[in-house]
């Protein structure tokens, strides 16, 4: 696991200067303390030794393994990683970057994921010390072999130039250019390979020692003394000036501020910074016993290794607290307010009673013993030096030169507010009223006058008299000064009729803080609210303070958060849809969480710009304009590759065997500061060439990629937004099976090629063959198909004269019967006309025109190229004409409109068709234009979808309702009934709405009919 894991980025980070070490002028009360144990991912809760590598990653020595911390997730190393034994008493990285681990039996180097044993130095030897010189070197300090100068994991003892011997080394450190060893026979220097004694430093027991600002060197000593060694080598007693440790020193550093941190015997963590002593021990939250180790990261984090307590960091949050560490006597603070007379800062608690903190140190003090209440609810005061204090259950006290004195008059004892206006006079906010308060109350205004409620939480005076009263469940109410009082509520636009908060900036704008309903606002006469739907922290606001750089900040049960207030006053006036905000809580250094309010001021602005809220575990106290920012960008590392689930080793060359499908990235950005709000960018080149959206997880995986080279690239920023553009890169080359390779196409190819031309030349020489042969068995069907070619031409012409023969005698048939049926029409025609009876004679003429119907046909026939079918077009428009002429008579003109589809139609349907059209034709020239002198017929035949269409129409009369086939006793009607079952068609006959008759059959028509054009024939006879 170490080879696959210790090999990161190509990239390695300098340490760099920061902005967020841990304030000398805070208490460690003060600081934000981080802990970390088993629970966590240690291997257990002894942290012997630590040091941060250049990579940014924290390697801690444990009595289980050595561990590296990269701010989120613990990676342990024990004995399957070639570690020997697995307690680590000491860490050290050289100038190439080896990271060198002492154990109880040895030294092994990590380097770019390979573990080496150092070779000089006795296998039973426990190491104690590590320390890399500005050669290349590394000394190595042991138990009891001595001390060691190592190269390249080679490594030579060094001579004591004293015959009392060195004994136990416990501690190698450099100073002015030369290497101390303190151990438990003194101080020596080494000096051209060999440890001499400091004369004056024998037998002195050295526990630690360290150089703070690479000059002098600092020694503790087992008896808790604190020594120095001059850059000159002499040896001086502890400075009186300062308060140095009296019991053991495990542990002891220098900050980059020039504090000195130890670490006690005694589960105490000290500071010395100016001189004076800053205590944290088991009181204040340290765990465990003993500090076994101290160190200062490139952020500016001190982390502290306990024995049995884990892992602790102490870092500078924005936020310092003012508890009972400092001074109060509870941390449930209610109302601060700053005294304009001594520029100190007033603290109501809970129980508690009043504190006075001094700004500069923040220390608190119990003041006012003998108020009759220690439940303050409100503090105020003027520049005279009046202090009044409003309490929950005793009413208001005035203080002035230690005088108290109760205000009388309060509608309540409960009272919620104390504001003082612009005219001195003070306001007090009760659950009974509004108070206002001269000397003593003089005027107390309830919902008698128009607020809204009677619980007040809150007033603001206006210089032109106006008042604006927050009420709790009455919303706010605009009083002015002649008594108008006008009440807003949610249906006027206020968040939440619970009102918490008001706030006038020098704009003239009310800002009026709620409980559920966010943050409202009253501007140019018009009420705005801003909710968590537009980006606010949360929904109740319990104070409001603005800061001198244009924000506004509110505190509530979740913490304290800040907008701008122009992205507000934006939002109202449309110009933007949310509002940003940021937010600060225990991981900015509040105790607690909970933002104390209800109770006004709940929340003070200093004179020098700092912000005070009130909270249950203490004051918190902010800079707006000193909000330490990390402007170190983080190293990124890739920590593991894994290729189908198997992890590979990390290197900047990569090798994937063939077939991978998925490739996964795991990698890491080294802020410890806040490791949780770093946010990534990787892309993988080859692939694709734009960086992947932020994103917090720290995986990314790849599937079924091509073979080839790939360039796997990672950036990721810290918690303050400040990116490592370089970033860690990854080159890797996903290797092709050998199918998948050039060689293998250009093997193919050239097989396929020589296959092709031996495929090519037996393909032409069959070709060849089959060719010949083919000639061959063509020239013999030649020859046997002329001939039988000769002999079918020999039968069609044979044939051919056969047709022609009954050809011409079909013809002569159809001239004959024409004929004849033309002599018998003749005959009709002369016999009608001897017939005096009109009757009879009609009859006659019903006889000539069907016959002549036939004789149409035939005479078609004998005139057309195909005797089986002829023009239909020709023969049912000369037989309506003929029709009208012959039966129409010369007393009416009659004009014929003929519309028939052109076509060709087979014999006997142009029979049936005539006939029918006869019947029509005739029938309408007998009854429709009776005692009219003209008129019209209408011959049309169609084809639609598949049926034949034949009608026949009239302008005239209109013929009565035509009986039954059955019942019908005149020839005509049944012999069109008769032709249109032969048709299997269907007949109608209707009289027209406009006048006359329309006849009309349809009969199945599958076969061919070719239209060929659109032929209308109009004629009057």
């Not at 550093?253 to 205590?279: I, K, S, Y």
């Not at 884990?310 to 109060?328: H, K, P």
């Not at 409003?390 to 309540?412: H, K, M, N, Q, Y």
Request: hydrophobic letters at 40%; a negative charge; one cysteine or more.
């Amino acid at each position: 696991m170490l080879a696959s894991i210790l090999v990161t980025s190509l990239l390695v980070t300098s340490l760099t200067a920061n902005t967020t070490y841990v304030d000398p002028g805070k208490s460690m009360t003060q600081m934000v303390m981080d802990r970390w144990t088993a629970d966590d991912g240690l291997p257990q809760n002894s942290v012997v030794t630590i040091i941060q590598t250049s990579d940014g990653y924290l390697w801690l020595g444990t009595d289980e393994g050595l561990v590296r911390f990269n701010g989120l997730d613990f990676t342990v190393f024990d004995r399957d990683d070639r570690l020997g034994r697995v307690q680590i008493v000491a860490l050290e990285e050289d100038h190439q970057g080896r990271l060198w681990v002492g154990t109880l039996d040895g030294v092994v180097t990590v380097h770019e994921g390979e573990v080496a044993q150092v070779v000089g130095i006795p296998s039973d030897a426990r190491v104690e010390a590590l320390l890399a010189d500005g050669d290349d070197g590394i000394y190595v300090g042991t138990w009891e072999a001595g001390v060691f100068h190592c190269r390249e994991n080679a490594c030579q003892p060094l001579a004591v130039g004293d015959a009392s011997g060195l004994g136990r080394v416990q501690s190698i450190a450099q100073a002015n250019g030369i290497i101390w060893v303190g151990s438990d026979s003194g101080v020596f220097r080494v000096d051209q390979g060999i440890l001499r004694p400091l004369p004056n430093g024998r037998g002195l027991g050295v526990s630690t020692m360290i150089s703070p600002d690479g000059l002098a060197l600092v020694v503790a000593t087992r008896e808790g003394v604190i020594l120095t060694v001059s850059p000159e080598g002499v040896l001086a007693g502890p400075d009186a000036q300062r308060a140095w440790p009296t019991e053991r020193v495990w542990a002891m550093m220098a900050d980059d501020e020039g504090a000195l941190w130890f670490g006690m015997e005694n589960q105490t963590l000290l500071r010395q910074v100016d001189g004076r002593l800053d205590r944290f021990g088991a009181d204040e939250g340290l765990p465990g016993a003993r500090v076994l180790a101290t160190y200062e990261d490139r952020e500016g984090s001190v982390w502290v290794g306990m024995e049995g307590g884990g892992l602790v960091r102490f870092r500078n949050g924005a936020i310092t607290i003012v508890d009972e560490t400092a001074g109060l006597s509870t941390g449930y603070v209610t109302t601060l307010f700053e005294r304009p007379d001594t520029r100190t800062m007033l603290a109501g608690t809970y129980g508690g009673g009043v504190h006075e903190i001094e700004e500069s140190s923040l220390r608190a003090t119990p003041i006012m013993s003998a108020l009759p209440s220690p439940n303050v609810t409100g503090v105020m005061g003027s520049p005279d030096g009046r202090v009044w204090v409003a309490t929950i259950d005793e009413g208001i006290f005035e203080v002035l030169d230690g005088r108290i004195r109760r205000i009388r008059g309060l509608p309540s004892n409960s009272v919620y507010a104390l504001r003082l206006d612009s005219e001195g006079t003070l306001w007090a906010g009760t659950d009974a009223g509004l108070a206002r308060i001269t000397k003593d109350v003089d005027r107390v205004y309830s919902t008698v006058d128009g607020l809204g409620s009677d619980s007040i939480v809150d007033v603001d005076a206006t210089e032109a008299g106006v008042l604006w009263v927050a009420t709790y469940g009455g919303g706010l109410t605009r009083l002015t000064a002649d008594g108008n009082a006008t009440t807003y509520t949610q249906e006027n636009g206020l968040g939440s009729d619970l009102v918490s908060a008001l706030y006038r900036d020098s704009e003239g704008t009310l800002w009026i803080g709620t409980l559920g309903g966010g943050l409202s606002f009253f501007t140019n006469g018009t009420m705005h609210t801003a909710s968590v739907s537009h980006g606010l922290f949360d929904r109740d606001v319990f104070q409001i303070l603005e800061d001198d750089l244009g924000f506004l900040w509110m505190g509530s049960n979740r913490g304290i958060s800040r907008i701008r207030k122009q992205h507000a006053l934006d939002l109202a006036a449309g110009l933007r849809d949310g509002i940003p905000h940021d937010s600060f809580g225990t991981d900015d250094g509040l105790k607690s969480p909970e933002i104390n309010g209800g109770a006004q001021p709940s929340g003070w602005k200093s004179s020098d710009g700092r912000l005070w809220f009130p909270t249950v575990a203490g004051v918190a106290v902010l800079d707006p304009g000193d909000l330490r920012r990390n402007p170190v960008p983080p190293p990124v590392v890739v920590e593991q590759i894994e290729a189908d689930g198997v992890s590979i080793p990390v290197r900047p060359m990569v090798e994937l065997p063939p077939g991978t499908r998925r490739i996964e990235f795991k990698f890491a950005a080294l802020s410890l500061v806040d490791a949780s709000a770093v946010t990534y960018r990787y892309r993988l080149q080859g692939l694709e060439d734009q960086w992947s959206s932020p994103l917090a997880g720290n995986t990314a995986s790849y599937t079924f990629l091509e073979p080839g080279t790939y360039t796997f690239n990672v950036t990721a920023t810290n918690n303050d937004g400040y990116w490592n553009e370089a970033g860690a890169s990854i080159l890797f080359d996903l290797r092709p099976y050998f199918y998948q390779t050039s060689w293998f196409w250009m093997l193919l190819a050239s097989v396929a090629f020589l296959a092709g031309a031996w495929m090519i030349r037996s393909r032409t020489g069959q070709l060849q063959r089959q060719r010949e042969e083919l000639e061959r068995m063509v020239e013999a069907r030649t020859r046997d198909v002329l001939a039988a070619k000769d002999q079918i031409q020999a039968q069609s012409d044979a044939l051919r004269s056969s047709l022609l023969e009954k050809d011409v005698l079909l013809r002569e048939v159809h001239h004959r019967v024409k004929n004849n049926l033309q002599m018998i029409s003749s005959l009709l025609q002369l016999q009608s006309r001897q017939v005096p009876d009109p009757e009879t004679k009609l009859l006659f003429d019903e006889c000539r025109n069907r016959i002549y119907s036939f004789s149409m046909v035939h005479e078609r026939l004998y005139r057309a190229k195909d005797i089986a079918r002829f023009d239909f077009v020709d023969y049912l428009t000369g037989l309506a004409e003929q029709l009208v002429r012959s039966t129409g008579g010369s007393d009416i003109d009659i004009e014929l409109d003929v519309h028939v589809e052109p076509g060709e139609m087979d014999v006997d349907r142009a029979i049936s068709c005539g006939l029918i059209m006869t019947e029509f034709v005739t029938n309408a020239l007998r009854h429709a234009f009776s005692g009219r002198s003209d008129g019209t017929i209408r011959v049309e035949f169609a084809r639609r979808t598949g049926m034949g269409i034949l009608s026949v129409e009239d302008d005239g009369l209109g013929m009565p309702d035509l009986p039954s086939p059955e019942e019908a006793d005149g020839l005509g009607l049944r012999l069109v009934s008769a032709l249109v079952s032969r048709l299997r068609g269907e007949m109608t006959a209707e009289r027209k709405p406009t006048g006359g008759t329309l006849c009309e059959v349809r009969f199945p028509m599958t076969d061919e009919f070719e239209v060929m054009s659109t032929s209308r024939t109009t004629a009057t006879v």
